[in-house]
């Protein structure tokens, strides 16, 4: 059975940094893309940021570009999310995602507070 278990989350203030990591068991994740969203109180589920099975090529979206970094590791199977010059907006729940034969699988999510 596939598991995500994403950490790293925290309290920081606005200008600051946090690296989320997401640990994958269960799957050979090195062949899968994955991908990071972020939920905040009262709004959909919104994609992050991709970075395709080698580690070679990542998307963002705009909210984040110039900031984030996604990377991964295959050799540890974990994703990481350096995120930095944080801001209030950033506040949500991250959540790791991996699509496994048209199945979506998610963690359980890691809070990130951004105090102004």
């Known amino acids: 059975q596939a598991q995500l278990v994403e950490s790293g989350g925290g309290l920081v203030q606005a200008g600051g940094s946090l690296r989320l990591s997401c640990a994958a068991s269960g799957h050979t994740f090195s062949t899968l893309g994955m991908h990071w969203f972020r939920q905040a109180p009262g709004k959909d589920r919104e994609f992050v940021a991709t970075v395709t099975w080698s580690g070679a090529i990542t998307y963002y979206a705009d909210s984040v570009k110039g900031r984030f970094t996604i990377s991964r590791d295959n050799a540890k199977n974990t994703v990481y999310l350096q995120m930095n010059s944080l801001k209030p907006e950033d506040t949500a729940v991250y959540y790791c995602?991996?699509?496994?034969?048209?199945?979506?699988?998610w963690g359980q999510g890691t809070q990130v507070t951004v105090s102004s």
């Open positions: 995602n991996a699509r496994i034969r048209g199945n979506d699988y």
